[in-house]
């Protein structure tokens, strides 16, 4: 049985992934998240790395939409979204690891500005602030992320925590 605070929480992430604010998601909402990460960090889209996130964003929207666009038409609606996602991904959160991944992996190379093979806390925030996420939340999440206290967030925690983030009532 799903909780309605589990649907509310649910349902607040659909608007992040809602880049464009327009009431469903689509392939442009990926495109959109893509190129605010590539903005926030000046990187070029013809860049690999920038052309390494299109990639990944692609392949996070057509895993999306596999999950959840029940009707085919190409839009992820908030009813679909719910409804959808939420049962599916509360199923089998390692398959959201799986379509999730290449986008985590693209932006966090764009994000590791020296190269070192991890974001900084500080990078990742830049991340989610970019990808719409409130800068309190945004610190809370990246802080966690960094379970060692190095400084640096690894793709494997990211990638455990996003989906967590999506799949795990509080
Ligand atoms: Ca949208
Ligand atoms: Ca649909």
Known sequence: MVSSEYEGRIAARFATFDQDGNGYIDRADFNAAAKAVLAEFGTAARSDKGQALYGGAEAFWQGMAGIADRDGDQRITRDEFVGGAVKRLR????????????????????????????????????????????????????????????????????????????????
Not at 112 to 121: E, L, N, P, Q
Not at 133 to 155: F, H, P, W, Y
Request: net charge negative; hydrophobic share 50%.
């Open 91 to 170: 199923d089998n959160p390692d398959r959201f690891a799986e379509i999730a991944r290449p986008f985590l992996h693209a932006a966090l190379a764009v994000a590791d500005s020296d190269g070192d093979g991890a974001a900084t806390v500080a990078e990742t925030v830049r991340v989610l602030a970019a990808l719409g996420v409130k800068a309190d939340i945004a610190e809370a999440a990246a802080a966690t992320l960094d379970a060692d206290r190095d400084g640096r967030v690894e793709e494997s925690e990211v990638v455990t925590a996003f989906a967590r983030y999506f799949t795990v009532p509080e």
